[in-house]
Every structure is written in structure tokens, then in C-alpha cells.
């Protein structure tokens, strides 16, 4: 059994920083897809970060070059790294997980698997 558990949002200035951390247990990390999403109210659910199994990486080009999603296996932990910030990138931040099944980047939105959610909130 899949179990995900975000942890990391805050509040922060814009042009500030933030890391995102998703403690992941039942994971198959070298055969699974592990994403980042966000939704921010009123608006529809946003992949933000991918990777795969192999350790290879996919991102929108909102977040390109700002965010970088990495995995600790050893720690059973995924993570986010948020720079440069802005009040767009508020939202409720989401940990996904699920098998590869072929396909695994920052457009796929099917997951079987989701944890709670870490607010993110950005002020001018």
C-alpha cells in the first residue's frame, strides 16, 4: 500500500525559496512515476514536476528553471526545490505516485496514488 505524506509549505515572500518534501512508503521507485502537482482555487489541478524511474525529469515551462523535483530512495523521500517564486505559484501542493506504465512527465495526470496536500502561499 501506497502512502504519501507532503510536508514543507509555508508562506513566503516572492523572489523567496522553498523545498517540498513527500515521505513516500509502498513506493517502487525504479519502476514507478513520481510527480508534483498544484492546484491553486479555482483553477485546474497543475502538474509541476516528473520523474521516472531512470531519474530523469520533466517540468512545464511555468516552473522550468525554477523547480527541481529530486528522490531520495534512501530516505523514502521525494522532494521539490522552489526558487525564484511568485504569487502565481501559490497553490495547494500535491505528491503524486503510480506505475510508469510507459509514461512518466509533467503532462501525465493520471496517478493512483496522492497524498494530502502542503499549502504554498506567495505574497508580493
Known amino acids: 500500500q501506497v502512502r504519501l505524506v507532503e510536508s514543507g509549505g509555508d508562506s513566503v515572500q516572492a523572489g523567496g525559496s522553498l523545498r517540498l518534501s513527500c515521505a513516500a512508503s509502498g513506493v517502487h521507485y525504479y519502476s514507478y512515476c513520481m510527480a508534483w502537482f498544484r492546484q491553486a482555487p479555482g483553477k485546474d489541478r497543475e502538474g509541476v514536476a516528473a520523474i521516472d524511474g531512470d531519474g530523469a525529469t520533466s517540468y512545464p515551462d511555468s516552473v522550468k528553471g525554477r523547480f527541481t523535483i529530486s528522490l531520495d530512495a534512501a530516505k523514502n523521500t521525494l522532494y521539490l526545490e522552489m526558487n525564484m517564486l511568485n504569487v502565481e505559484d501559490s497553490a495547494m501542493y500535491y505528491c503524486?505516485?503510480?506505475?510508469?506504465?510507459?509514461?512518466?512527465?509533467?503532462?501525465?495526470?493520471?496517478?493512483?496514488?496522492w497524498g494530502q496536500g502542503t499549502q504554498v502561499t506567495v505574497s508580493p
Open positions: 503524486a505516485a503510480d506505475w510508469e506504465d510507459g509514461i512518466c512527465n509533467s503532462h501525465r495526470v493520471a496517478f493512483a496514488n
